[in-house]
């Protein structure tokens, strides 16, 4: 789960909402189950775990994980693109704003998108994309979308869970 | 005797009227209540359909200050989670339970 704005109202949000660990953008201060957003790889090994994100594809190479907002437009960039252990990202947010046809479309795009990166060695990942505790999305709604989409969301959720250890794993931290 | 001995529905077996299972969530909403729900039975059948919004015999049960408690049918309660999920503006499924008292002790404590 990705998301920005008050984190620890979030984070209190999160835990009433079955969801352990949240991401966010660093505000300065360091917090327990929360993972990092950062544009660009840090100058200096920082204390917190953190992810590279981007939302442009052309910037694949240096990102731990890319927001894509169509997943049609961007499949043959990611073809050529994509790098072994990638995250795609799909905000949920952004479906709230659309028609039913365009979420029924948008859905279809999340099943072709995780059979691409189960495919491509990707790892699919579905962010409620929230600004404030009151826009976040619960771990049943998580699963119901995943479920929706004929994923295994136990499965999803080990997936993810070993995708964001592995990509840790590997980043230098400072004690 | 029904009741005492119910039996599998199927062909050729007698089908019982059992009471379909119902669930009952807490959602959090930013407006009125009446708007909320509105707003999700809306979604719910662009989404799914008139047809899977009957059959989850969704309604309103209570309504704190930014708190609704709904009742759904548990057969189409994954239809009525994704339409939470995808609703505008946005409703968080908060809690579910069985029953109602059980939602509100929790919802309390």
């Not at chain 1, 990611?78 to 479309?105: H, N, P, T, W």
């Not at chain 1, 691409?116 to 049943?140: D, K, N, V």
């Amino acid at each position: 789960l990705l998301i920005s704005g008050s984190l620890q109202e979030c984070i209190s949000a999160a835990r009433t909402l079955g969801i352990d660990k949240i991401g966010a953008h660093y505000d300065g201060k360091k917090i327990e189950d929360v993972i990092y957003r950062m544009c660009a790889p840090p100058s200096a090994p920082p204390a917190f775990p953190y992810l590279i994100t981007s939302d442009v594809l052309d910037s694949v190479q240096d990102a731990d994980l890319v927001t894509i907002s169509n997943f049609r437009k961007a499949k043959n960039t990611l073809k050529k693109k994509q790098k072994d252990r990638l995250g795609l990202e799909f905000v949920i947010a952004a479906a709230r704003k659309m028609s039913g046809e365009g979420v029924a479309r948008w859905l279809g795009d999340l099943r072709d998108a995780y059979s691409f990166c189960e495919s491509s060695g990707g790892q699919f990942i579905l962010s409620s994309g929230a600004r404030s505790p009151s826009e976040m999305i619960s771990g049943r709604s998580f699963d119901a979308i995943l479920n929706e989409i004929g994923v295994d969301h136990d499965r999803h959720w080990q997936d993810l869970d070993k995708w964001l250890s592995d990509v840790l794993s590997r980043k230098v931290l400072v004690k | 005797v029904a009741e005492r001995c119910p039996v599998a529905e199927g062909v050729g077996e007698i089908v019982l009227r059992r009471k379909p299972k119902k669930r009952y969530l807490a959602l959090m909403h930013g407006g009125r209540d009446v708007d909320a729900l509105d707003s999700l039975t809306k979604r719910c059948i662009e989404l799914f359909g008139h047809v899977v919004v009957e059959k989850a015999g969704l309604r309103l049960m209570r309504s704190d200050d930014d708190i609704i408690i709904v009742r759904c049918r548990l057969s189409q309660i994954h239809h009525f989670l994704v339409g939470v999920a995808l609703t505008d503006p946005p409703l968080v499924a908060v809690d579910m339970s069985a029953n109602i008292g059980r939602l509100r002790k929790r919802r309390h404590s």
